[in-house]
Structure formats: C-alpha cells, structure tokens
C-alpha cells in the first residue's frame, strides 16, 4: 500500500499540479496586491473612492446587501483586466514575436456535396451519407 502510494505521489502529472497550486496561489497574491494597491488608487484618485458596500434592500424582512455584490464583481473585472493586459497580452506578443506569425496550413477536411457535412481530404466515400466522392 505504501509502494502505490509513491507510486502515486511520484506521477509527473500529481507534482505538476502541486507546483502549479503553488504558483498559481501566490500569482494571485501578486494580482491582488496589484489591484488593491495600485489599481483601485488610481480609479479612486480619478473617478472618487468606489464603495458600494452600504447598498442594500430589505425583502420580507431579509436585507439583500447588492452593494456588496457590486464591490465583489468590480474587484473581479479589475483583477481579470489586469492579468489580460499585463500577463496574457504581453505573452502573447512575446509567443508571436518568438515563434513568428502561423503559416496558413492546408485544410484537412473537405465539405461533403451531397450532405454538407465535413470530411477528410482524402476520403473517397462520404462516412456520413456514404455518397462515392470518386472522380
């Protein structure tokens, strides 16, 4: 039982993911950082202080505080547009400036003339409606 168990721990795919948990949970302190330190100043230097927080409605009774919903959802757009912008843009430059641009590849299907559907090249006969395509 301890051999399968080393066994397990061991596989590449398990210590990949441990490694990617890790990496990922302390880019996302960074990415936090990022936005509470330095996004949201600058918005509220512009714009005045965001804070939604106080917003709410009584419903029978119960208060539904939407407020902080907003907050919650304007703390999310801004950390998705700061991983785009400065992480995923800026990879993606760098992949194309490094690999260059993709050459167009030769397609690898065809439209069946009978049902339209799409199939290999190289196919003689349509697999879905069985028409020849010969000649």
Known sequence: MVKEFKQFIFKGNVVDLAVAVVIGAAFGAVVTSFTTNLL????????????????????????????LFLNALIAFILIAAAVYFFVVAPMTALMKRIHGPEADKPPVTKKCPECALDIPIEARRCGHCCVSLAG
């Not at 965001?50 to 009774?61: E, I, K, L, R, T």
């Open 40 to 67: 949201n100043p600058t918005i509220a230097a512009i714009v005045g202080k965001p804070d939604f927080s106080a917003y709410s409605v009584v419903v029978h009774g119960s208060k539904v505080q939407y407020g």
